[in-house]
């Protein structure tokens, strides 16, 4: 398999689960403005739309979409118990958090990095995330992970898109069971040789 990815991106969030999951993967970075992977192939003719993440399968297909890609890794290596089983209600469950980290979560986070978006935008948006924000800290209070006491593939996806508010100038101080929630994820092994592969450790 290949991950194509851009470092820090949501594609760490596959990236993650590919290691999680004991996957045998190649990565190949990709240069997201000038739509070429590192070896100089047009990313348009991998993924039409354009960004990262796509998982390229042996058979030559190709996969988009963090949720998507996510699910398909977890249920092709079920012994990692990434992901509940599906058409079980914990199943469902899960589905429930990956659609609000990817409409809630990471499109209100993700929106801050548009280079056009005034000071007085932003003090909205930053209004709107946390608002987002304020029902998952009361929801992780008593919670080690999203899915209880077991890591699936929703905290990838969260600890992902979460740690984009400090380079926003947003502290997570306030937020102090989301704050540990990070530092449990970061703590994992696989999730540190994630993040040392994409430069974004030493």
């Avoid at 070429?36 to 960004?51: Q, R």
């Avoid at 988009?64 to 599906?86: F, G, K």
């Avoid at 304020?134 to 996806?157: N, T």
Wanted: proline residues 6%; charged residues 20%.
């Amino acid at each position: 398999m290949k991950l194509y990815y851009s470092p820090g991106a949501c594609s760490l969030t596959p990236h993650i689960v590919l290691r999680e999951a004991g996957c045998i993967f190649e990565l190949i970075r990709v240069d997201l403005a000038a739509k070429k992977t590192a070896n100089g192939e047009d990313f348009w003719a991998i993924n039409p739309n354009g960004y990262v993440p796509a998982l390229q399968l042996d058979n030559g297909d190709v996969l988009s979409e963090v949720s998507v890609i996510c699910q398909y890794l977890a249920d092709h290596n079920p012994a990692a118990a990434l992901a509940p089983a599906a058409g079980t209600m914990a199943r469902y469950h899960l589905l429930e958090w990956l659609n609000f980290i990817a409409t809630e979560v990471h499109k209100s986070i993700g929106a801050l990095f548009n280079p056009k978006m005034t000071p007085e935008m932003k003090l909205v948006q930053i209004a709107l995330i946390e608002r987002r924000l304020k029902p998952l800290e009361q929801y992780l209070a008593d919670r080690l992970f999203i899915m209880g006491d077991h890591f699936s593939v929703a905290d990838a996806y969260l600890f992902n898109v979460i740690n984009w508010a400090p380079r926003h100038q947003m502290d997570l101080a306030q937020w102090p069971h989301i704050q540990a929630f990070v530092a449990r994820v970061a703590a994992r092994p696989h999730v540190q040789a994630a993040l040392r592969e994409e430069g974004l450790i030493r």
